[in-house]
T-cell receptor
Framework: GAGVSQSPSNKVTEKGKDVELRCDPISGHTALYWYRQSLGQGLEFLIYFQGNSAPDKSGLPSDRFSAERTGGSVSTLTIQRTQQEDSAVYLC??????????????FGPGTRLTVL | GQQLNQSPQSMFIQEGEDVSMNCTSSSIFNTWLWYKQDPGEGPVLLIALYKAGELTSNGRLTAQFGITRKDSFLNISASIPSDVGIYFCAGHGSGNTGKLIFGQGTTLQVKP
């Protein structure tokens, strides 16, 4: 299919380890977003990419969180020294452009992260 | 920061019944979106609203953008078992990045 894909679908790690989560957006989409969804909660914005640059990182909860995007396509969200409170579903979305009343954000299925 | 308050938190209804859920905010939003999330999947857009007072339908779904731009509702008529899932309202945050602010979600269960 041509939708947003994320890997891995599930990740179990030990507290203190680093993890990398990957997002493959829809081909041609220039805008890419990362959100976090804790159990029973709505989605919480983390970071936004336009091309390879990240003009809005305001949602990253701490300096243990970082993300990059290369070639205007694939993005990687890295969490260093994971903590139990990092356990959540991490969702990626992409769209043709950004901004209000512009294109629909299409979401991937998410990566479920469990920190033991 | 901007927040959306969504209610009810959960609903358990009989097949065929109509459903209504709503979102409110203390600040103005310029767009209102309604998403549905099935288990193990990402949210899927149901309806997008861009103008205050706008009333939009998508099949059995109807949503309205409140006149004050601080609220929106979603109605589902004649519910069916496949309507089960979590429904989220969302609006575009401040600035022009397109980031979405989400409500806490309404979990809908439909009894056949």
């Amino acid at each position: 299919g041509a939708g947003v894909s994320q890997s891995p679908s599930n990740k179990v790690t030990e507290k203190g380890k680093d993890v990398e989560l990957r997002c493959d957006p829809i081909s041609g989409h220039t805008a890419l977003y990362w959100y976090r969804q804790s159990l029973g909660q709505g989605l919480e914005f983390l970071i936004y990419f336009q091309g390879n640059s990240a003009p809005d990182k305001s949602g990253l909860p701490s300096d243990r969180f970082s993300a990059e995007r290369t070639g205007g396509s694939v993005s990687t969200l890295t969490i260093q020294r994971t903590q139990q409170e990092d356990s959540a579903v991490y969702l990626c979305a992409s769209s043709w452009a950004s901004g209000p009343s512009t294109d629909t954000q299409y979401f991937g299925p998410g990566t479920r992260l469990t920190v033991l | 920061g901007q927040q959306l308050n969504q209610s009810p938190q959960s609903m358990f209804i009989q097949e065929g019944e109509d459903v209504s859920m709503n979102c409110t905010s203390s600040s103005i939003f310029n767009t209102w979106l309604w998403y549905k999330q099935d288990p193990g999947e990402g949210p899927v857009l149901l309806i997008a609203l861009y103008k205050a007072g706008e009333l939009t339908s998508n099949g059995r779904l109807t949503a309205q953008f409140g006149i004050t731009r601080k609220d929106s509702f979603l109605n589902i008529s004649a519910s069916i078992p496949s309507d089960v899932g979590i429904y989220f309202c969302a609006g575009h945050g401040s600035g022009n990045t397109g980031k979405l602010i989400f409500g806490q979600g309404t979990t809908l269960q439909v009894k056949p």
